[in-house]
């Protein structure tokens, strides 16, 4: 059954953002890139959802907005971990974003280059997954570094001066806009990376992150320090986040933003949570658009 739902906590969330972003009036955010990397493999159910909650938030302020993608050329799809089996990926959805610059690669080819010679240096103290013998989770973790770094070299080389870099992943689900005065605050805290405050695990949430520009190229360049760290300890996604901001001396501030990861079925995955939201008793927030109940509970996206 298809239906409309516009929760509690939507409506907080969307007059709060909206009441903030109204607020804004620093001048001095005049351009931010945004950086998406990862695989594109549930664009079409976000595509739109991304340019409302996102990019029309900059742009209505009259922010200059730049958008650099990295991603994989892949038109199948599995993940063990989140359900997913030979999903079908299509082919040039990343044309849906419009980016003003777009670098794809065969991951088949990284990893025979990059992952699989070094391995068993990135499994020194393990698999923190405890996957084995494919360890599919670990070599996905580092192909989605590789990409950040790609990113990376595509924002610093076009030499555009920006106020705030900002990353993120194309198969979020947000909740909330993206607020102007975040922005502005991260603009003029040039020590501080902004993350959420859920999905930590540990360490940092690393599906979003924005900072200065001095901060984000270190923390796209964090696959430089992911030898060192397997060293001592397991290559975990979010606790290696943290530790490779603290080893730059970088600290670490919170963002107010709200998403849920999209798998390539359409279906809605790990609804944000914190330990605040654990100790209610009302139900998860779910998206305000139209949906259908899919299997396991889940929410099912109408494609946009």
Not at 94 to 109: C, I, N, Q, S
Not at 155 to 178: E, P, Q
Not at 252 to 264: D, E, G, L, P, T
Not at 270 to 279: G, K, L
């Amino acid at each position: 059954m298809v239906v409309d739902t516009v929760p509690r906590k939507l409506i907080v969330f969307a007059f709060f953002t909206m009441w903030a972003n109204s607020q804004a009036t620093d001048a001095s955010l005049q351009r931010v890139a945004l950086c998406f990397f990862g695989l594109t493999r549930s664009l079409n159910y976000t595509v739109n959802n991304l340019r409302s909650s996102i990019i029309d938030p900059l742009l209505m302020h009259d922010v200059k907005v730049d958008i650099f993608l990295h991603s994989y050329n892949v038109t199948t799809f599995s993940n063990p971990r989140s359900s997913e089996t030979d999903a079908h990926l299509e082919s040039g959805a990343w044309k849906m974003l419009r980016a003003d610059l777009v670098e794809t690669e065969d991951p088949a080819v990284v990893e025979a280059m990059f992952v699989a010679p070094n391995l068993q240096e990135f499994l020194a103290k393990g698999d923190p997954w405890g996957e084995g013998p494919e360890h599919l989770s670990l070599k996905n973790l580092i192909k989605s570094l590789h990409s950040q770094k790609q990113v990376t070299k595509m924002w610093t080389a076009s030499g555009n001066k920006y106020d705030v870099v900002c990353y993120l992943r194309t198969d979020l689900w947000f909740y909330n806009l993206l607020t102007i005065s975040e922005l502005s605050t991260a603009q003029q805290h040039r020590d501080q990376l902004y993350t959420p405050d859920f999905h930590m695990w540990g360490g940092l949430n690393d599906r979003l992150a924005f900072g200065v520009p001095q901060v984000m190229s270190v923390y796209g360049n964090r696959i430089d320090m992911a030898k060192s760290y397997a060293k001592e300890h397991p290559l975990h996604s979010e606790t290696f986040l943290k530790a490779a901001m603290q080893e730059a001396s970088i600290g670490c501030s919170y963002s107010s933003m709200r998403f849920a990861r999209v798998r390539a079925t359409g279906e809605l995955w790990s609804i944000w949570y914190n330990e605040s939201d654990m100790q209610t008793s009302e139900p998860a927030m779910r998206p305000h658009l139209r949906f259908v109940k899919g299997h396991h509970g889940l929410a099912q996206l109408v494609p946009s």
